[in-house]
């Protein structure tokens, strides 16, 4: 089946400093792309998503590059802070497709 | 969680009991989905509906059945509930097929 990967499987950052996580997806039939959040024992949360006709996408404080030549994609958190403590996973997709492929994901952990 | 309720949250049972566990939204989304979580895997995908009646298979769907009876409810039944299927249960809706997906809170399952 299709995979999604993360490169991390852990990452801890200072407060206030920028965070990046990154994802490789398989599939270039993939035409979508999703970052979810996972709080301990709370379902994931839709963070920001980007279609595969743009290679950057911005939200408050978090932007997603696309980068389809190497299928790879990253979430960056500006001034990370506490809350920010999560697990994050992407998943891609696409219109003709039935579902997403979801990567295990990678746990941030902001230092105080 | 988007207007995404599940029940139960917690559920502990024993091996060879059904089990059924429900999905309401107040969306009025056209899709749902079932999905397990499980340690070391991302996201798989149990079952999906595509609309009242109209439900299909995902990749791990052996042991489990689905129905939607309205909308706004997507059943997810463990015939004879197995140790394997001790996992958390995560339901999710979108408006249409490859389309961003918003999830519940889960369901905690154990079968002992």
């Known amino acids: 089946g299709e995979s999604v990967g993360l490169h991390l499987p852990t990452l801890s950052v200072q407060e206030g400093d920028n965070s990046i996580i990154n994802c490789a997806y398989s599939?270039?039939?993939?035409?979508?792309f999703i970052w979810y959040k996972q709080e301990s024992g709370k379902g994931p949360q839709f963070i920001i998503d980007i279609r595969s006709n743009m290679d950057k996408r911005q939200g408050q404080r978090v932007t997603v590059l696309l980068n389809k030549t190497v299928k790879h994609l990253s979430l960056q958190i500006a001034a990370t802070q506490p809350g920010d403590s999560a697990v994050y996973f992407c998943a891609d997709g696409s219109n003709t497709g039935n579902q997403f492929y979801f990567g295990t994901g990678t746990s941030l952990t902001v230092i105080p | 969680d988007a207007g995404i309720t599940q029940s139960p949250r917690h559920k502990v049972t024993e091996t060879g009991t059904p089990v059924t566990l429900r999905c309401h939204q107040t969306e009025n989304h056209r899709y749902m989905y079932w999905y397990r979580q499980d340690p070391g895997h991302g996201l798989r995908l149990i079952h999906y509906s595509y609309g009242v009646k109209d439900t299909d298979k995902g990749e791990v769907s052996d042991g489990y059945s689905v129905s939607r009876s309205k909308t706004e409810d997507f059943l997810l039944t463990l015939e004879s509930a197995t140790s394997s299927q001790t996992s958390v249960y995560f339901c999710?809706?979108?408006?249409?097929?490859?389309?961003?997906?918003?999830f519940g809170p889960g369901t905690r399952l154990t079968v002992l």
């Open positions: 599939n270039s039939a993939s035409d979508y």
């Open positions: 999710a809706i979108s408006t249409q097929r490859g389309d961003t997906q918003y």
